[in-house]
């Protein structure tokens, strides 16, 4: 799977959007970019993925460049509960093997 | 989302004895489960790949007779930790797999915490 590269944190403030941005430029065409967060003390969550379109859910919208090598993480409207360490994930779909998690971003949004 | 379920959420244990950890696939059937630790302020490391019907198998530098795995049914597998010693002391997540999806998307359990005094 490609390596990934996050800045180590950032800060948002509360109702403003926030975009977390992932560096992934040794994508391959078969691999999808995931993301998923984790709240203190609890397990990963699930947020999106994405191959090369946009893609957008009830909870972020993930904007990926045309040549595939990095994206984007955008929270709309981010409220204190979103603090969180986010986590963008490459890897190939249909792999046996478990999701790897680097170091991800330490998103904190404050009032 | 699909669900997974851990038990317990944390548990505490004298050094010597060994702990069990569930983990369950609430609205699915898993093939494959995985199983992290963490440790504070630091990412999530895969520890095992349980198969169901099949052995685990460990990452390097996991002692496979330490960290039992069982994989039984396609909702549960467990993690016993044998002669838990305070080193082990972390956070234990599992993630299952919903087998077919085109992405094969890993959703994760809660997490438990372990203590060994």
């Known amino acids: 799977d490609a390596k990934t590269t996050q800045p180590t944190s950032m800060d948002c403030a509360e109702g403003r959007a926030a975009n977390l941005p992932c560096n992934h430029s040794?994508?391959?065409?078969?691999?999808?970019v995931y993301w998923y967060r984790q709240i203190h003390s609890q397990g990963p969550q699930y947020i999106i993925h994405?191959?090369?379109n946009n893609e957008t859910n009830e909870m972020a919208s993930l904007i990926i460049t045309e040549d595939r090598k990095s994206s984007t993480l955008i929270l709309p409207h981010a409220t204190l509960r979103d603090t969180a360490v986010y986590y963008c994930?490459?890897?190939?779909?249909?792999?046996?093997?478990?999701?790897?998690f680097g170091a991800g971003t330490r998103l904190t949004v404050k009032p | 989302g699909a669900v997974v379920s851990q038990h317990p959420s944390w548990v505490i244990c004298k050094s010597g004895t060994s702990v069990k950890i569930e983990c369950r696939s609430l609205?699915?059937?898993?093939?494959?489960m995985f199983w992290y630790r963490q440790f504070p302020k630091q990412s999530l490391m895969l520890m095992a790949t349980?198969?169901?019907?099949?052995?685990?198998?460990?990452e390097q530098g996991v002692e496979k007779d330490k960290f039992l795995i069982n994989h039984a049914s396609l909702t549960l597998s467990t993690l016993t930790v044998t002669s838990a010693h305070p080193e082990d002391s972390s956070f234990y997540i599992c993630?299952?797999?919903?087998?077919?999806?085109?992405?094969?998307?890993?959703?994760f359990g809660p997490g438990t915490r372990l203590l060994v005094l």
């Open positions: 993630s299952a797999r919903i087998p077919g999806q085109g992405t094969e998307t890993q959703y």
């Open positions: 040794t994508i391959s065409g078969n691999e999808y």
């Open positions: 994405g191959l090369k």
């Open positions: 994930i490459v890897r190939v779909a249909r792999n046996n093997n478990d999701m790897r």
């Open positions: 609205d699915f059937q898993a093939t494959t």
């Open positions: 349980s198969n169901e019907g099949s052995k685990a198998t460990y």
